[in-house]
């Protein structure tokens, strides 16, 4: 699809990977990848595999094909850099939490409205009659932004196996939230119609290092495009400068950062 191709930009030892979410595609990432590339940092926005082109492409994907891909441009970026900071949203930010769960070289995690809770069964199920009656691709109506002028590139249906397989790494990753131990920037808009804002408290009460929330009182699940976009980058590069600091990337005016010990809770956010 125009304007869904992958981003890589070469710099300097300071690393960020971008995860976008399911049926999205690096068009999501790619401001916020430009910025961080010209501020020196090595960066990697991979499209997903069956993202970007046409929506049947993911009929036969699930959650182990995602995972693998995250997981291998990780370990890519993690060989020419010295420290590599993970940047997801929605199904991107589920990804990220896998990622700092199972390895100690993530520097840091910022997320925005992510998906870490598993669904309810009955969600489930109904998805299930739908693929017993012949159903693969549930109609849609594309990206979910509270800003009309915005219209990026991305599948217009869901196709309901992955979907259903997503939900299965969901649970995987909710069950070792505790694990992440690194700095964790939570991004939230307060309306969110396709991932539920308990998503961002349920990450919040459960993982082990400095974690700060963020809310976005102007944007709707996409918010990486939507009118809260300026924040999302300042606030994203800021703390992926901070957190990569140590291999040579300076912090930025704009964002907040997290300091050694620091930690933010549902009670106290922001």
């Known amino acids: 699809m125009p304007g869904a191709e992958p981003f890589s930009a070469d710099g300097g030892r300071a690393g960020a990977l971008l995860l976008h979410g399911f049926t999205g595609n690096p068009s999501a990432m790619r401001p916020l990848a430009a910025r961080l590339a010209a501020a020196g940092l090595t960066v990697s ?9 046409a929506v049947e492409d993911m009929l036969p994907l699930h959650w182990g094909d995602w995972l693998t891909a995250a997981v291998e441009a990780f370990g890519a970026l993690a060989g020419r850099c010295d420290r590599v900071a993970v940047v997801g949203h929605s199904m991107g930010g589920t990804l990220a939490c896998a990622l700092a769960e199972t390895s100690p070289d993530v520097a840091g995690i910022a997320v ?3 998906l870490v809770e598993p669904p309810a069964d009955g969600m489930r199920s ?3 009659q739908l693929l017993a009656q012949g159903i693969e691709v549930l109609p849609g109506e594309g990206p979910d932004v509270a800003d009309p002028s915005v219209s990026p590139p991305a599948y217009a249906g869901t196709p309901l196996a992955p979907l259903l397989s997503l939900f299965e790494g969901v649970e995987e990753v909710a069950l070792q939230l505790a694990a992440i131990r690194c700095p964790v920037l939570v991004l939230s808009s307060r309306v969110d119609h396709v991932v539920p804002t308990s998503n961002g408290d349920l990450l919040m009460a459960s993982v082990s290092g400095p974690a700060e929330r963020v809310w976005l009182e102007r944007s709707y699940h ?3 495009l939507d009118y ?7 606030r994203i590069a800021a703390f992926v400068q901070v957190v990569t600091a140590g291999a040579g990337a300076g912090p930025e005016e704009g964002g907040v950062a997290l300091g050694a010990g620091h930690t933010g809770r549902p009670g106290g956010a922001r």
């Open 112 to 114: 925005v409205n992510p």
């Open 222 to 224: 996409a918010a990486m």
């Open 126 to 128: 109904g998805i299930r």
């Open 45 to 53: 926005a991979p499209a997903l595999p069956g993202h970007g082109t």
């Open 228 to 234: 809260d976009r300026p924040e999302v980058e300042a």
